[in-house]
């Protein structure tokens, strides 16, 4: 007899007063699409938004995504984010104290950590791929539709809805 266990993973919202961005890239020939979901703790999409990077490396890809993130976060001034991401070299690599490492992605982790330190109230989070799927779906629908910048909300590809988040949209 096999037992098939259901993932029960559910994106769960950031505190009250706080927004969370998911982030993920896809990678392919060197081509990597990056997909931010920006969610406020009701759980409304605020804004969906990718962007195109040309790299050589997965790790790059996913950390590129984070940068994007923190992009968006600085655009809005927004001192009380969590970033998610599930891609847990990044999140190591970004957390960790030192950068004694030689990955390609060191110069990508080295803005992220100096954009960090004028916004101490952020924080970087793992998450599985199951919390992360509307990101990640963003991201891969972005790469076939070549689409790059802001998702009108209306707009947003129907597949983002996915990771137990609320499908709903607001604006700040």
């Excluded at 990044?90 to 104290?97: D, P, Q, R, S």
């Excluded at 992605?105 to 803005?111: F, I, M, S, Y």
């Excluded at 779906?137 to 988040?165: E, H, Q, R, T």
Aim: proline residues 5%.
């Amino acid at each position: 007899m096999q037992v098939r266990t259901i993932s029960t993973q559910k994106w769960k919202p950031p505190a009250t007063d706080w927004i969370k961005i998911n982030v993920d890239s896809t990678f392919f020939n060197g081509v990597a699409f990056s997909g931010c979901i920006i969610r406020n703790h009701n759980g409304s999409i605020l804004q969906a938004y990718s962007q195109k990077h040309q790299c050589l490396d997965s790790l790059v890809a996913e950390c590129l995504a984070v940068l994007d993130g923190c992009a968006l976060a600085m655009q809005l001034n927004a001192k009380k984010v969590v970033f998610e991401a599930d891609c847990l070299n990044a999140i190591t690599l970004i957390n960790g104290v030192s950068l004694n490492t030689f990955w390609p992605a060191d110069p990508v982790v080295e803005r992220i950590k100096r954009a960090w330190k004028s916004w101490p109230l952020w924080s970087f989070s793992f998450t599985h791929r199951g919390n992360n799927c509307a990101a990640h779906n963003l991201a891969f629908c972005s790469s076939l539709k070549n689409f790059v910048g802001f998702y009108p909300l209306n707009s947003i590809p129907l597949n983002v809805f996915c990771d137990g988040g609320y499908p709903i949209v607001d604006s700040f």
